[in-house]
């Protein structure tokens, strides 16, 4: 069994731009976004964040409580740090990347412990007091929306699940469209009799909006033949994709601003080394503008495809590889 703190730390890519798309199409936002005749906008972010390095330390000391003593202060290469003895604990900002993000210590999480949560109601409720109390709501509360309620579980030693924590997904809807990626996203994980035991902020307010000239955003014939094209370099050239789905959203790269994007919601047809032929869900985003504000590295080579394409370069006899549910 993976230790508790493992598996709490790679649920933070829950937040990533996959689970975004999947769960704001669920609230019916997408059709609002899929309107071809709204307008468009290029928002540039507040390099100004709720968490800095001058009330970071004090965050800290609110938040850890009779802790704060024996925790050990660093810098990073993009901000600092508070750590300890116990490797599940930790408190971290970077101001440039506007995020925040903390664990409590998970130690008593381990094995067969069982904690004692609260109902999924009273869950939200008392992530939304934790993060007005500690001033880390979105700027613009009316952005802000419920997008995933999930939890972590975990074997006991005579494989019997438990319930460790109830994990609150925040993420994005800005002029009525959808924000994924990897910013505009707040990640609440709430514990034992309703403590919150972590959180992850990734939030930036904008500043200014720039509507978009019919010139500077890409042809929907355009972006659809770069999707085409980003498929073969995924997953080989004998692959074909199947749109089921096509969203205008706004992409947050962590950066400078919010762009827009054309994001793709696909099957993938691929042939193995077997001859046989195998359908993989794909989400594929594509820059709308044409010269994008900064660059947001969406067409670099998904890992997931690579190993499909690798996993087949072997005797008909033998079968693919799973494909990993983590990347």
Known sequence: MKPIYKILAATLFVALC????????????YKRAHNPQRQVFLYELNPSVAVNANNFPSLV???AG????ALKQEKTETGQRFTSSDPSEYYEVSEG????SFSKSLSRYMGNYKPSLPDPKAAQQLAMNFLKENKLMAESQDEMQLIHSGGLRADDENGNVIDKMITLTYGRVIGGVPVIGSGSKIVVHIGEKGEVMGVIRNW???TTKRELGAKEV???AEMEREFQALVITQFGKEAKAEIKRSYMVYFDNGGKYL???????TTVNVMNAAGQSQQLPYLGIIEAMRNPAEKLNLTRVDPAGLRFIN???VSPDNKPKPLDKED
Not at 259 to 265: L, T
Request: charged content about 25%; aromatic content about 18%; hydrophobic content about 35%.
């Open 61 to 63: 000391q609110k938040i």
């Open 66 to 69: 009779s802790n704060f003593k």
């Open 18 to 29: 996959t689970t975004a798309f999947f769960a704001f199409r669920k609230t019916g936002q």
């Open 204 to 206: 930036k307010a904008y």
């Open 311 to 313: 996993a087949n370069k």
């Open 97 to 100: 990347q506007g995020r925040f």
């Open 218 to 220: 890409k042809t929907a």
């Open 259 to 265: 762009q827009p994007v054309m994001a793709y919601e």
